[in-house]
C-alpha cells in the first residue's frame, strides 16, 4: 500500500508538461477533431485557463521560466543550448524538496544542451530520475528510456527507422506513463511531486501507425492561411525561425512527418506532408498522450490518491503546425505557438468545471505550487499564484492585465535576432528589435491574426502606447540581483 501521512495537508503534485502543444488541442475546449477523453475529464472536473501564455516560444528558456517564477531574461537563460542551468534563482523543485517533497523527473528537463552529452544536472531537488531528452539513441550512457527499450529486447536506434514509427508499446510517451506508475507506487511518508515531461507532440510527427491510422488527414480542417501570409513571412525571413513561409500544400518541413525511409520519398510525392496530414500526425500523438494519462489516473484512484493529488496539464510552448504558412517554432508569437493548455484539478479544493478566461502566464505555476504547499513566495518571483482562482475565492475573469513573451537570440544557431510580445486583453502587439517590421493585432476582430496594423495609418497612435506599454512592461521584469539589505 502507497502510504503518505494523513496527518499531512500538503497534497502530492502530478505536473504533466508536453513538449510543443497548441492551446487548442482538447476536444473539452472545443476542438472536434481530437480524441481526448481523459484530458477531458481533467476539463470538467477542474480548472483550465484558456488564455495560458509561455514567456518564450522556445524549450529551454520557457522551462526555465516556470520553474523559477521568473521570465526567461530575469533567469538569465534565454536560448537553447546552453552550457548548464544556474544555481540561482533556486528551481520551485528544489524548494519543495528542500520543504520535505520527494521529487521525481521523468523524461525531458531541457535547462541546459544535451548536444554532446547528456544534459548536466541542475540543483533541481528530484530524488528519483529517469531521464530521457528526447526519444533518439543519440547517448551511450545516460538515456534511461533507450536503456528501456533495450531492456525490452530492442534497439531505439533501429524501431526509429521504421516508416511505422516505434511501437506504442515502446514509445517514450508510454515509458514516461510507466516511470510515472512505478513512483506514485513508491512507499513514503510526506508528500511526492512527480514532473511528468512527455516529448511528443514535438516534431519529428512520427506518432505509432495504430494511431496515425485514427486520424484521416481528409477530415482535417487544415491551418489557418491566407495567400498574404506569404508576404508577411517573406518581410521577416530575417527574423529567426526553423521553417521558411510555404503553403499548407508545400509546407518546408526539416523534420518530416515520419522518419527518413525508403517509404518517406512515396509519402512525400503523394502529398503525405502537407498541412492536413500535419495535424492528423500531431493529433494522432496527442491521443496516444490521452491515452497515458488514463492509466495514471487510474494508479492514482487505485492506489487512493486521487483526492490528495493536484494534477497540472500543460505544455512548454506550442506549435505553428502550418499557420500562416509557417511549421514548427522559433521568432514568432501567433496564438498557435505562444498560447498552451493550463489545467489544474482537484477535486473538493480547486473549482469543478471552470474555464477561466484570465491572462495567465507559465510563470505563474511555480509561486501557485508554492502557496499550495504552504511555503513563502519569494519577492523575486515575478508569476503570481493562480491559487485564489482556483479555490473559487478570486474572479475567474481576470488575473493579469497582460502577458508577455521573449525570444532574445534563442534558437540553436544564434543569429541577433531579440523580440518581445505584449498582449493585454484586446491587442497584441510584436516588436522585432533591429529590424524595420513589427505585428499588431485587435484579437476581438481578428482572432485568427491575419490583418497585421502595424502600418495601418489608423492604428499608429494605438501602436506607440502599446510601445510604450511593453517597454514598461520589459523594463520591470529586469531582476535587480542580490537581495539589498541595507542603504549603502
Not at 530520475?129 to 551511450?140: K, L
Amino acid at each position: 500500500m502507497v502510504t503518505n501521512s494523513e496527518q499531512n495537508p500538503r497534497p502530492n503534485i502530478l505536473w504533466i508538461c508536453t513538449d510543443q502543444q497548441r492551446y487548442d488541442t482538447i476536444g473539452a475546449l472545443g476542438n472536434p477533431y481530437v480524441s481526448t477523453p481523459n484530458i477531458d475529464r481533467l476539463v470538467d472536473e477542474g480548472v483550465a485557463f484558456t488564455h495560458a501564455y509561455c514567456q518564450s516560444p522556445i524549450c529551454t528558456p520557457s522551462r526555465g521560466s516556470f520553474l523559477t517564477g521568473m521570465y526567461p531574461s530575469a533567469v538569465h537563460v534565454n536560448g537553447n543550448g546552453n552550457e548548464y542551468f544556474p544555481d540561482s534563482p533556486p528551481l520551485v523543485t528544489r524548494v519543495l524538496a528542500d520543504a520535505g517533497y520527494d521529487c521525481g523527473l521523468i523524461g525531458k528537463l531541457h535547462l541546459a544542451s544535451a548536444y554532446h552529452r547528456i544534459e548536466p544536472r541542475a540543483n533541481d531537488g528530484y530524488r528519483y530520475w529517469q531521464y530521457s531528452h528526447a526519444p533518439r539513441d543519440d547517448w551511450e550512457i545516460g538515456h534511461d528510456y533507450a536503456d528501456w527499450v533495450r531492456s525490452k529486447g530492442y534497439i531505439l536506434g533501429e524501431l526509429t527507422k521504421s516508416i511505422d514509427g516505434v511501437p506504442a508499446e515502446l514509445h517514450q510517451t508510454t515509458w514516461c506513463a510507466e516511470k510515472t506508475i512505478e513512483f506514485m507506487r513508491q512507499e513514503r511518508e510526506g508528500p511526492w511531486l512527480a514532473s511528468v515531461n512527455i516529448y511528443d507532440p514535438h516534431p519529428p510527427f512520427n506518432p505509432p501507425k495504430t494511431y496515425r491510422d485514427m486520424f484521416d488527414p481528409v477530415d482535417m480542417p487544415g491551418p489557418l492561411f491566407r495567400e498574404s501570409d506569404l508576404e508577411q513571412q517573406k518581410k521577416l525571413e530575417a527574423v529567426d525561425f526553423q521553417s521558411k513561409g510555404r503553403s499548407p500544400e508545400e509546407l518546408d518541413i526539416r523534420s518530416p512527418i515520419v522518419p527518413q525511409s525508403p517509404g518517406t520519398a512515396e509519402l512525400a510525392s503523394s502529398g503525405g506532408r502537407d498541412g492536413k496530414t500535419l495535424q492528423a500526425a500531431y493529433y494522432a500523438m496527442i491521443k496516444l498522450i490521452d491515452d497515458v494519462l488514463g492509466r495514471i489516473l487510474e494508479t492514482l484512484e487505485e492506489t487512493g490518491q486521487r483526492e490528495r493529488t493536484v494534477i497540472i496539464f500543460t505544455s512548454d510552448h506550442g506549435e505553428t503546425l502550418g499557420d500562416h504558412g509557417l511549421i514548427q517554432k522559433g521568432c514568432r508569437f501567433y496564438e498557435g505557438l505562444v498560447r498552451v493548455p493550463l489545467i489544474f484539478s482537484l477535486p473538493g479544493h480547486f473549482e469543478g468545471g471552470l474555464r477561466s478566461d484570465a491572462l495567465v502566464g507559465l510563470l505563474d505555476k511555480a509561486p501557485t505550487l508554492l502557496e499550495l504547499a504552504g511555503l513563502e513566495i519569494s519577492d523575486r518571483m515575478q508569476g503570481m499564484s493562480l491559487l485564489p482562482i482556483l479555490r473559487g475565492e478570486a474572479s475567474p475573469d481576470h488575473h493579469r492585465d497582460f502577458v508577455r513573451c521573449e525570444f532574445y537570440d534563442a534558437l540553436d544557431q544564434p543569429d541577433g535576432t531579440f523580440a518581445t510580445m505584449y498582449r493585454d486583453r484586446r491587442y497584441k502587439l510584436v516588436m522585432y528589435h533591429g529590424h524595420a517590421h513589427g505585428e499588431l493585432y485587435d484579437l476581438e476582430a481578428d482572432p485568427e491574426e491575419f490583418e497585421n496594423l502595424w502600418d495601418a495609418p489608423g492604428a499608429q497612435s494605438l501602436k506607440v502606447d502599446l510601445m510604450k506599454q511593453s517597454y514598461d512592461a520589459s523594463m520591470l521584469a529586469m531582476d535587480r540581483g542580490p537581495r539589498r539589505i541595507g542603504p549603502m
